[in-house]
């Protein structure tokens, strides 16, 4: 089955620093890639969708300055919590739809998520 | 402003019978249903989905049920196993549009 990665499972930084999320899809191209957030007893609210060679959208109420997101191939998205502060922990989380499955909603397939904690 | 709810965050359920958890939504465009499942230390991962132009899907021991007008969906699992134990996220969408407006989850915990 299609497989995303992940990349740290788990950070903690000092507040001020920038952390880098990589996703990446292991055996699939994905032309779409989404950030999520969740908080503890929270449900996963989405960030931004990250589009392969073009800027991100994103949601209302999200910092696009603050949550850089680069989409700069098939198989790879990052995004970048800048000048972190506490209350930027969270649980963040990619998933990424295979580009051979277009208009079929299930096929977001999640990465494991990367627990950051910010000092 | 939670548009998706799931009102029970815990659940438990005996080996062999039946698991129920809900869902609620306040937005009336959604016409997409999905349920993920999520273990510790992994992403959800698709379970099974529902359009609203049904009110009925199965698969296998799940089952989800929709009803439109009380704007509530339902997973059944018969019967219950205990690798049935995660947390189970209700989603919800527009047809067209790749957003999913996730539920906060319901931890479920399958008694051998």
């Known amino acids: 089955g299609a497989v995303v990665s992940q990349h740290p499972s788990r950070v903690i930084c000092k507040s001020g620093t920038s952390v880098k999320i990589e996703c990446r899809s292991l055996?699939?191209?994905?032309?779409?890639m989404f950030w999520y957030r969740q908080f503890p007893k929270q449900s996963l609210m989405l960030m931004a969708t990250?589009?392969?060679?073009?800027?991100?959208?994103?949601e209302q109420g999200v910092e696009k300055d603050k949550f850089l997101i680069n989409h700069a191939s098939l198989t790879l998205s990052t995004l970048t919590v800048t000048s972190a502060h506490p209350e930027d922990s969270s649980f963040y989380i990619c998933?990424?739809?295979?580009?051979?499955?277009?208009?079929?909603?299930?096929?977001?397939?999640f990465g494991p998520g990367t627990r950051l904690l910010v000092l | 402003d939670q548009q998706v709810k799931q009102n029970s965050p815990s659940l438990s359920v005996q080996e062999g019978r039946i698991s129920i958890l809900n869902c609620d939504y306040t937005n009336s465009m959604f016409d997409y249903f999905l349920w993920y499942k999520k273990y510790p230390a992994e992403g959800p991962t698709f379970l099974i989905s529902?359009?609203?132009?049904?009110d009925k899907n199965e698969d296998g021991r799940f089952t989800v049920f929709l009803n439109k007008s009380a704007k509530h969906l339902s997973l059944h699992i018969v019967p219950s196993q205990p690798g049935d134990s995660a947390v189970y996220f209700c989603?919800?969408?527009?047809?067209?549009?790749?957003?999913?407006?996730f539920g906060t989850g319901t931890r479920l915990t399958i008694i051998p």
């Open positions: 529902i359009s609203s132009i049904k």
């Open positions: 055996d699939f191209q994905a032309t779409t």
């Open positions: 998933s990424a739809r295979d580009q051979k499955e277009r208009g079929f909603q299930e096929t977001q397939y």
């Open positions: 990250s589009n392969e060679g073009s800027k991100a959208t994103y």
């Open positions: 989603a919800a969408s527009v047809v067209g549009n790749e957003k999913l407006t």
